[in-house]
């Protein structure tokens, strides 16, 4: 009887703000074996690269892979990338890390074919594949965890655009000359519903007295988590910011569904930590009637389905793009 991975499999890293994910993965995308730890940024890329090399061995040995039959690594990663050099350049959530030759280093590593993609872009293709976007055409993917960072598949395929810079919906102006983003730009979606934005707001705004302080251990400590909790109990505060929130995020897609008509918004992390009553239905509310009326009733949001399973087909789905040639073959890679 034929082991699973006999016929080959694949590597997905996906490299975050706060987490590292490992997944193999069968040409089907089934997840043959996972595993995930803190990201714990040395202010080295090379050592932390190797970290990232000793993790997918690891992986491999523990789910008695055979690593000849690897056929393909993916790596998703935050921040900008350069496709065809291999290279991840200037990621803002990745201390130490300037321009980074991701995937020659890798390849060396595990000896493998590898590619690099965009965390956010990798997420777009998961939920596209494996969630919430099976079966569309046009989506738009949008992630607020640490920053914002976006996905677009349009006519079928995954958008980039030049300098991979397409679906940095995070990055849309919403007050012009406003709030300062980690990126150097001033005003943009990310400065005022971006996790770690948001986070410095609540902190500077939430009354000692509100709920949300005190769920929090203090208003110094309050994270989106606290604050969507205790909206959700009713609290006035709360409810406000949820408000705030998605009238922010509004906006933004207002200005993308203009530009793309997707047929879908797929939101993920704290939109889907919020749910339905909190944050889809209102949202919901505040778009519609902004849309022209051939629009309103085809443009639908709805939430990611993958949730903390999008770490594990984020990477694998960069290495399925790679080997279908989706992906240019970075120009450092051997062979």
């Known amino acids: 009887m034929r082991r699973s991975g006999d016929e080959g499999f694949v590597l997905g890293i996906d490299l975050g703000g706060t987490k590292v994910?490992?997944?193999?993965?069968?040409?089907?995308?089934?997840?043959?074996?996972?595993?995930?730890?803190?990201t714990a940024p040395t202010g080295s890329p090379e050592r932390d690269l190797a970290a990232l090399a000793d993790d997918a061995r690891a992986?491999?040995?523990?789910?008695?892979?055979?690593?000849?039959?690897?056929r393909a690594v993916g790596v998703s990663v935050p921040g900008p990338v350069d496709l065809?050099?291999?290279?991840?350049?200037?990621?803002?959530?990745?201390?130490?890390?300037?321009?980074?030759?991701?995937?020659?280093?890798?390849?060396?590593?595990?000896g493998a074919p590898t590619w690099i993609d965009n965390d956010a872009n990798a997420a777009a293709l998961a939920e596209w594949r494996f969630g919430a976007g099976r079966g569309r055409t046009h989506l738009v993917y949008m992630t607020m965890s640490t920053g914002i960072g976006g996905g677009l598949i349009l006519g079928g395929r995954l958008h980039r655009g030049v300098a991979c810079s397409a679906g940095e919906?995070?990055?849309?102006?919403?007050?012009?000359?406003?709030?300062?983003?980690?990126?150097?730009?001033?005003?943009?979606?990310e400065a005022y519903i971006g996790g770690a934005a948001w986070t410095r707001h609540l902190r500077r705004v939430t009354p000692a007295e509100s709920l949300a302080a005190q769920l929090a251990g203090g208003a110094e400590r309050v994270?989106?988590?606290?604050?969507?909790?205790?909206?959700?109990?009713?609290?006035?505060?709360?409810?406000?910011?949820?408000?705030?929130?998605?009238?922010?995020?509004?906006r933004g897609i207002v200005i993308l569904s203009f530009v793309l008509a997707p047929e879908l918004f797929v939101l993920g992390t704290i939109a889907v930590a919020a749910g339905e009553e909190l944050c889809f239905?209102?949202?919901?509310?505040?778009?519609?009637?902004?849309?022209?009326?051939?629009?309103?009733?085809?443009?639908?949001?709805?939430?990611?389905?993958?949730?903390?399973?999008?770490a594990e087909f984020a990477g694998v789905c960069v290495a399925y793009e790679g080997l279908a040639g989706s992906l240019p073959r970075p120009a450092a890679a051997r062979g």
Request: with cysteine.
């Open 169 to 189: 919906v995070g990055h849309i102006p919403v007050e012009w000359d406003g709030a300062p983003c980690a990126c150097g730009q001033r005003g943009c979606l």
């Open 84 to 110: 065809e050099g291999g290279r991840v350049v200037d990621p803002p959530n990745l201390p130490g890390w300037g321009e980074v030759a991701v995937v020659a280093a890798l390849e060396d590593a595990l």
């Open 21 to 38: 994910a490992v997944s193999a993965a069968d040409p089907a995308g089934r997840i043959l074996a996972h595993r995930r730890r803190p």
């Open 223 to 250: 994270r989106p988590e606290e604050l969507v909790e205790a909206a959700r109990r009713g609290d006035p505060f709360a409810l406000r910011e949820m408000q705030r929130f998605v009238d922010y995020l509004a």
């Open 281 to 310: 239905a209102p949202l919901r509310e505040r778009v519609r009637p902004r849309l022209w009326r051939v629009l309103r009733d085809r443009v639908e949001i709805r939430p990611a389905a993958l949730g903390a399973r999008t």
């Open 59 to 70: 992986l491999v040995a523990e789910a008695g892979l055979d690593r000849g039959q690897l």
